[in-house]
């Protein structure tokens, strides 16, 4: 590393995806350190510009809605406690391979935004996650009619309670579209979107 007044670092959001997000961070003799911050990249002017967050805040987001769609096939009744955090971060391991810090991260932001209440379990201490009336406004159950796409919420599950051992491969979250499918994805999956050959004159 040398004697160098400052550091200065790039890295990338996937280290397998070129294409993904770039994070800059600095530190050393600088006016204050910049933590792991994302950077906006401007196609047409080519300029790079710091719009903070990191990237666990980056995949929290993302996990925000599973952690709905787990809450939301959860029911809560006399002989199913609302789930604990722990809870939680188990189903989303073994169905989606999401982090626990990742998604503790998560269920912050949602109790931040009011989606998700926090209540008082059976232990006496504050573990039962419940979702508020804020999470169909924010995060709407998917209305898709393709079966490929049912919603996360019918088939997200703990280990228990899965009738298969394997990892959920194929997801769509909400209505909006966000899940583990790229757009392109779903565009290029679907004879829906299928283009119709254009014809060809002869003389051509």
Not at 39 to 58: I, N, P
Not at 132 to 155: F, M, V
Request: no cysteine.
């Amino acid at each position: 590393m040398g004697w160098s007044d400052a550091t200065w670092g790039l890295s990338l959001e996937d280290p397998n995806n070129q294409g993904s997000p770039r994070y800059f961070k600095a530190y050393g003799r600088i006016e204050r350190d910049i933590p792991d911050a994302k950077l906006d990249y401007d196609r047409l002017t080519r300029e790079l510009s710091w719009v903070g967050g990191t990237k666990t805040e980056a995949k929290a987001k993302a996990a925000m809605p599973h952690v709905v769609a787990f809450l939301r096939n959860d029911p809560v009744d006399d002989d199913h406690p609302a789930p604990s955090q722990t809870t939680i971060q188990k189903a989303l391991k073994t169905d989606l391979d999401i982090g626990f810090p990742v998604t503790k991260k998560a269920i912050t932001l949602l109790e931040r935004d009011g989606v998700v209440a926090i209540g008082e379990g059976k232990s006496g201490t504050r573990s039962a996650h419940t979702l508020t009336e804020l999470a169909d406004e924010k995060y709407p159950p998917p209305t898709s009619t393709d079966p490929t796409d049912s919603p996360i919420s019918n088939r997200l599950g703990t280990a228990s309670n899965r009738s298969d051992s394997g990892p959920i491969n194929r997801l769509t979250a909400t209505s909006s579209g966000i899940g583990n499918r790229s757009a392109e994805d779903q565009v290029n999956g679907s004879n829906r979107f299928a283009a119709e050959p254009l014809p060809v004159d002869a003389d051509d």
